[in-house]
């Protein structure tokens, strides 16, 4: 006689293979996937392939929005979409000689950008922010000033302070 806890167990088990087996048993009956040995047969056919689709026709509607493309005034779409309400008297454009290199110390002040709250200098070619240790160096950035666009830097060993500017070409 089968205690419980077996008939439980054949129960389980029973609830699990009766699917199986009954999938299993009507894909017999259909006939399911047959192995084949022969050699595959194509009936497929190639694509056709037809002539190219006609070229665009350019009615006049089409015409008048290419010239009116054309005749756009390219200032209207100078800068950034986000700053097109910022005066433009403020892009100060930086080249080579603006740049600011302090022998003494071998840091190069490139740029300094940023608002009143936040600041980025661009020294020796990598961003810094105030606080920051400047790389292969005891200087470390104390300030920002990106109005008067300039930094001071001080010494970590001996305390030394220093104001480095970017030259402007105003």
């Known amino acids: 006689m089968l205690t419980r806890k077996r008939r439980s167990q054949i129960g389980s088990l029973m609830t699990f ?9 009507v894909a017999v009956v259909i006939g399911g996937p047959q192995l084949s040995h ?24 089409l015409q008048s ?21 910022a ?10 000689e603006d740049v600011v290199e302090d022998a ?7 740029a300094v950008m940023g608002n009143a709250k936040t600041g980025m200098a661009l020294i020796s ?12 160096s005891s200087w470390r950035v ?3 000033d990106h109005v008067a666009r300039s930094i001071v830097i001080v010494n970590g060993d001996t305390g030394e302070r220093r104001t480095l500017s970017v030259k402007t070409s105003r």
């Not at 929005?65 to 309400?85: E, F, H, Q, W, Y």
């Open 38 to 61: 022969g050699a595959a047969e194509s009936t497929l056919e190639p694509p056709v392939i037809g002539p190219p689709p006609p070229a665009t026709v350019i009615t006049n509607d």
């Open 17 to 25: 293979l009766a699917p199986v087996l009954g999938l299993k048993m």
């Open 65 to 85: 929005a290419i010239d009116r493309i054309v005749g756009l005034d390219v200032a209207t779409l100078d800068g950034s979409p986000m700053l097109k309400n």
């Open 142 to 144: 104390d300030a920002i």
């Open 125 to 136: 070619g990598r961003p810094y922010r105030v606080g920051e240790n400047i790389a292969k």
């Open 104 to 110: 003494d110390i071998e840091i190069a002040l490139q």
């Open 87 to 96: 005066p433009r008297d403020d892009t100060v454009e930086v080249t080579i």
